[in-house]
């Protein structure tokens, strides 16, 4: 199913119910630092496609680390690129939420990618 484009009001919804799916069986992150929300444990299957790229786009099947009101992290095979602009929909659902790569790493196996949301 492919991910439906939504008003910045629909993406707000869909990332609170994210969130609130994620306070279920995850852990808060006490430690703010720079962040203006708490970030949650979750760990789901994603879709995540570059959106940045015109009709060149590439599409990344990732598992997230963790979910807040802002954005969040997840674990990648392939390097995605800082800047990129990411539509993202569980795997289960077509509802998406665009954001950009803000941060990405070295992990065992891979990458951790974030995401701010839009």
């Known amino acids: 199913m492919a991910p ?4 910045p009001g629909n993406q707000a919804t869909i990332v609170r119910e994210w969130v ?7 852990e808060r992150d006490a430690y ?3 962040r203006h929300s708490a970030r949650i444990t979750w760990n789901e299957p994603l879709v995540a496609t570059d959106v940045s790229r ?3 786009n590439e599409t990344f099947f990732v598992r997230t680390r963790n ?3 802002a954005g969040m992290s997840f674990l990648s095979r ?3 690129p800082l800047h990129t602009r990411l539509e993202v929909h569980l795997d289960s659902s077509a509802e998406s939420v665009t954001g950009v790569v803000v941060h990405s790493s070295t992990a065992l ?3 951790i990618v974030g ?3 839009e």
């Open 54 to 56: 015109g009709n060149r």
């Open 109 to 111: 196996g891979g990458y």
């Open 67 to 69: 979910v807040s009101e």
């Open 78 to 80: 392939q390097s995605i």
């Open 115 to 117: 995401v701010l949301f």
């Open 4 to 7: 439906i484009n939504n008003t």
């Open 32 to 34: 703010l630092s720079k």
């Open 20 to 26: 609130a799916a994620a306070e279920k069986y995850g």
